[in-house]
């Protein structure tokens, strides 16, 4: 009797999920229609001077037609014929956007095609903003070495130009030197030594840029008027603790190496207080906290007289320093 009714109950099971499958019909989606479209993830916002990377969705589309163009202008800024892979569902495209005043501003992307004997456009709104100036140094005389893909970027030294820039590193005689780079990609518009010292050549076959003594450098650059220079540089305690006080500095030593950036010093000190500097200048001096100092930071506080060994650090997140009481 129990075997009976477990029977009984999977035969009803058995008849009911066969029904469930009877009745489910497959269906079948298909767009036969040629379309394509803008990817949601192509940039909306890109700096000139950037590559842009435009994703499509192609669907039975063997051609079309992609532009950039301003808003309330007809006239392309470029304008490129695509062929699409039969096999190609999803594609993207690099486009080399210049860095020219005329594409700052508003403009839209735009791709037309032809879907059932009519012509199709589509169009995806996108903002070019200025491009952030910047320059690399690259080279063997140092920590870079020659791969642009690490060449070091520098900096923007005045604020009233675009085109000065500097970096501060330690340049070796061995390692034939150092070039400048408009980016870190490839030599792509390297700047090297030009008709005599001081000024740039923008050529695949300019010289390398070298020094004749190993030290730390400020090396500065100027990408419009095409000049270049490379000064010695020095760290320095300045303070009322110092020797000095606060009327001149006290040179440290350069102790590091290629991307070793050290300074020492052994000094007699009176309780007070003192910062370091750079160049003798207050343009850049630095205070503060010792395991993070920071630019015009406050005087860092020396509470007994005795002889110290001062050290200075620079690594990629900043300076630091050690004040150890001998």
């Keep these: 009797m129990k075997i009976s009714k477990i029977f009984r109950l999977l035969l009803v099971l058995c008849i009911g999920v066969f ?3 009877s ?5 079948e989606h298909g767009i036969d229609d040629p379309i394509v479209s803008i990817n949601e993830n192509t940039l909306s916002t890109i700096q000139v001077g950037k590559k842009l990377k435009v994703g499509f969705i192609a669907n039975n589309i063997k051609e079309f037609t992609f532009a950039i163009g301003p808003v309330n202008d007809s006239e392309m800024l470029l304008t490129e014929h695509i062929t699409v892979d039969p096999n ?13 005043k005329s594409w700052i501003g508003e403009a839209l992307l735009k791709i037309t095609y032809t879907s ?3 012509v199709i456009e589509k169009t995806k709104p996108i903002t070019f903003t200025e491009s952030n100036p910047q320059m690399f140094v690259v080279g063997g005389s140092i920590a870079a070495g020659w791969e642009p893909t690490l060449a070091l970027p520098m900096s923007l030294y005045d604020e009233e130009s675009k085109t ?3 970096i501060f590193e330690y340049v070796t005689v ?33 010289g390398n840029i070298t020094v004749t003594e190993d030290d730390f ?5 100027d990408s419009e008027a095409k000049t270049y220079e490379l000064s010695k540089s020095t760290w320095g305690v300045i303070g009322s603790a110092t020797p000095d006080g606060w009327d001149s500095d006290t040179d440290m030593k350069f102790v590091g190496s290629k991307g070793i950036y050290t300074w020492k010093v052994t000094l007699n000190l009176t309780a007070g207080e003192l910062k370091f500097r750079m160049d003798d200048d207050w343009a850049i001096n630095i205070g503060g906290t010792l395991s993070s100092l920071q630019q015009d930071g406050a005087n860092i506080v020396i509470e007994a007289a005795g002889k110290y060994e001062i050290e200075l650090s620079r690594t990629a997140s900043g300076y630091s320093a050690k004040i150890s009481k001998n």
Aim: charged share 30%; net charge negative.
């Design 19 to 21: 029904s469930f499958l």
């Design 23 to 27: 009745s489910c019909k497959k269906v």
């Design 88 to 100: 190609t569902f999803i594609l993207s495209k690099d486009f080399d956007i210049p860095n020219e």
């Design 116 to 118: 059932g004997g009519q």
């Design 164 to 166: 000065k820039f500097e």
């Design 174 to 206: 061995d390692g034939s030197g150092i070039k400048f780079l408009p980016t870190n990609v490839d030599w792509t518009d390297a700047f090297g030594k030009g008709a005599s010292e001081g000024i740039l050549l923008q050529d695949g076959d300019a």
């Design 217 to 221: 450098y400020r090396i500065r650059m």
